[in-house]
């Protein structure tokens, strides 16, 4: 009965419409809550719709279409470039060694150096390109520095068959040789383009075997062309790129849009270590090799032409010393005697700024081009001497390596340069002094023999009076014919040097 009257008393009543509401309560806001969140998964998905950018069709025509170009070079190229693989051999005396013994007490009839040669292989990578095909014989062009002194050397075409290839020519002037492999399986020559139309901007891609990385592709711009300074004083103007290039991409294209050969990729300059690439990467424009290529084919080696002068490239200071501010060319510190130079009217001091009409633009162009010169060719260079503009021709002989490294004919063999301040501060030279400093001497020269040295200051040269570098190179010109002697101060001395007949 209890029980009874407490479920239905007054305190159970109120408990229980408390309880009622409460479920209602729950029951309403969770049906509220489950419908508001299609709703809000909805407004997520327009505002995620709305939010996303849309690619105009006409920049992916663009985009699409400049892929498809450098696909279609990729497909062009590959299959004309070859990775090269060479070994040397070196050999090496091994000095025996039994124990310590016999290091202690080796016999007296036992010859310390006798012993076992033991040979070295060293292995070398590079990659090439195939220029030229007769009958089925495949010439492949890459860098002398690829090839070395190899004693042995492969090639892998793109097709992954491997060939045994032997060398045609070597030419270390311009880090060029030439290669061979015979096959009756064909494979494509490449195109070569005009490095001479190349232009700063323009797309340059790069192709070969980086690092062992077979066949790759780098992409970039031509940054710089004719640049100079390159490894082993090689004499190119080289074609500067930002398209990577590593170890193992020496001898491979570099090649353009068109996927034409402009050039042969040959160093780089690099701070790692390791010699990695920094975005700096040099070829040598095809161009300065197109001769070489029918001479590696026809003779199996280069010959060049020959002015018979040593060269410099003057810096601000040498070029206000010598009134020529403002002037591109190559300046003529000595000459050869009885050389092409000398015989069509060319002396030390003069400046070339033109050949055949060509602008110079630095001693390694006007190496590069007299060297592409044929030998008995004819030759119109321009120069300024004595702030006179003058024209001289000249017949273009044979580089001789025996003649141009005999000093005995360089003329007059002295590197003279201005009494500058810095020079009469460090030597101690009165400002009163006039003349010219002897920087070097060469060895086995005119001016070494007659006893000339460094650090003298030339006053006159066969008693002619000289002043400033000017009149130094004017003198030596209009005095030193056939005979050569100078009147210098040597440690506060006046002498007179002896005389050189030729």
Not at 167 to 172: H, S
């Amino acid at each position: 009965m209890n029980l009874v009257r407490n479920l239905f008393s007054k305190k159970m009543f109120i408990f229980n419409l408390v309880l009622i509401g409460v479920i209602f309560g729950f029951s309403l806001a969770f049906l509220s809550f489950s419908c508001a969140i299609p709703q809000s998964k909805k407004t997520a998905q327009a505002q995620e719709t709305d939010s996303r950018i849309q690619i105009p069709q006409s920049s992916l025509a663009v985009a699409e279409a400049l892929q498809s170009s450098f696909r279609s070079v990729a497909d062009k190229v590959l299959p004309w470039v070859v990775e090269v693989k060479t070994v040397s051999v070196q050999r090496q005396q091994q000095i025996p060694f039994n124990g310590p013994w016999e290091f202690f007490f080796n016999p007296r009839n036992r010859n310390p150096n006798e012993g076992q040669e033991r040979e070295y292989r060293s292995q070398g990578l590079g990659s090439g390109i195939i220029v030229r095909k007769v009958k089925n014989i495949y010439y492949v062009l890459t860098n002398n520095h690829v090839v070395g002194e190899a004693t042995e050397i492969s090639v892998t075409a793109y097709n992954g068959r491997d060939y045994t290839a032997v060398l045609v020519g070597k030419d270390e002037r311009k880090d060029l040789a030439m290669i061979s492999f015979e096959t009756n399986d064909i494979h494509p020559v490449a195109e070569l383009g005009d490095s001479d139309e190349v232009r700063v901007g323009d797309w340059s891609i790069a192709v070969g075997n980086p690092l062992g990385q077979m066949f790759s592709v780098t992409m970039g711009i031509v940054s710089a062309v004719g640049r100079t300074g390159g490894p082993a004083g090689n004499i190119n103007d080289f074609i500067q790129t930002d398209a990577s290039i590593n170890q193992g991409n020496s001898g491979g294209p570099l090649v353009n849009i068109h996927g034409d050969v402009i050039g042969i990729n040959t160093w780089i300059a690099s701070n790692n270590s390791g010699g990695g690439s920094i975005g700096l990467g040099f070829a040598i424009p095809i161009n300065n090799a197109k001769r070489s290529i029918e001479e590696f084919i026809n003779k199996g080696e280069i010959s060049y032409g020959w002015l018979g002068v040593q060269l410099l490239d003057p810096d601000r200071e040498m070029l206000q010393a010598l009134g020529l501010e403002g002037r591109q060319g190559a300046f003529i510190s000595q000459m050869f005697l009885d050389s092409p130079a000398e015989k069509g009217g060319i002396r030390p001091g003069d400046f070339v700024t033109h050949v055949n009409g060509r602008e110079i633009r630095g001693m390694n162009a006007l190496t590069l081009m007299v060297g592409d010169m044929k030998v008995g060719e004819r030759a119109k260079f321009t120069v300024v001497r004595n702030g006179n503009v003058q024209e001289f021709e000249v017949r273009i002989d044979a580089r001789n390596d025996s003649t141009v490294t005999d000093a005995k004919k360089l003329w007059p063999g002295v590197y003279a340069v201005s009494l500058s301040d810095a020079i009469r501060s460090r030597y101690e030279i009165d400002k009163a002094v006039e003349g010219v400093f002897s920087a070097q001497v060469i060895n086995n020269t005119p001016a070494a023999t007659i006893g000339l040295r460094d650090g003298d200051i030339i006053t006159s040269v066969n008693g002619e009076a000289v002043r400033d570098l000017q009149s130094f190179y004017r003198v030596l010109r209009e005095k030193a014919g056939s005979e050569l002697y100078f009147s210098v101060l040597r440690d506060g001395s006046k002498l007179e040097s002896l005389k050189f007949k030729r």
